[in-house]
């Protein structure tokens, strides 16, 4: 049980810094989502899949521990989170506190986590709703009656695309 409780310690640590290096990458994120510059927007993102990948690999590894330990306290592993755990673990005081700490860490870390990513995707649906605004606004004025035309002094002329010679087949 204690190596199996040192692999979990272990393995959330690795996790937490995971976490870590993915909060300035995602504030990262948030500036080139404001400067929309799509170039390092892939650039980051890259980063941050590499960064999510590693997270996920330690989030099942982290699941396989958790599952282990559950066969040997013989409960339920869909039970077992790090706050039951560290409630479990009276007669390990070290370890008890070990998992308290990292328990806590991990909650500052994901919500810091949760609070970018909320401000990044408001800013992507900001993107998409000025990028529908524009496409509507262009289908509009394609749609528009009237024709633009420009004479020789370059100013615009309204025309309703009618000239004097014009045959009209409907008649």
Known sequence: MASLMEELIDTLEKEREIYEKLIPVSEKKT???VRDNLSEL?????????LIDQANLLGKKRE???????VVLNKDADTLDLGTLAALMEKQPEERKKLAALHDSLK???????EINVKNK???????????F??????STRMSPGVNNY????STSYDTGYSAGAFDAKQ
């Open 31 to 33: 500036g080139i989502l």
């Open 42 to 50: 892939e650039e980051v993102t890259m980063q941050e899949q590499q």
């Open 64 to 70: 396989e521990v958790i599952a282990n330990i559950a």
């Open 108 to 114: 500052t870390v994901m919500k810091q986590l949760v």
């Open 122 to 132: 408001n800013l992507i649906e900001n993107s998409l709703e000025m990028i529908e």
């Open 134 to 139: 524009n496409m509507n606004f262009i289908q």
């Open 151 to 154: 004479n020789k002094n370059a």
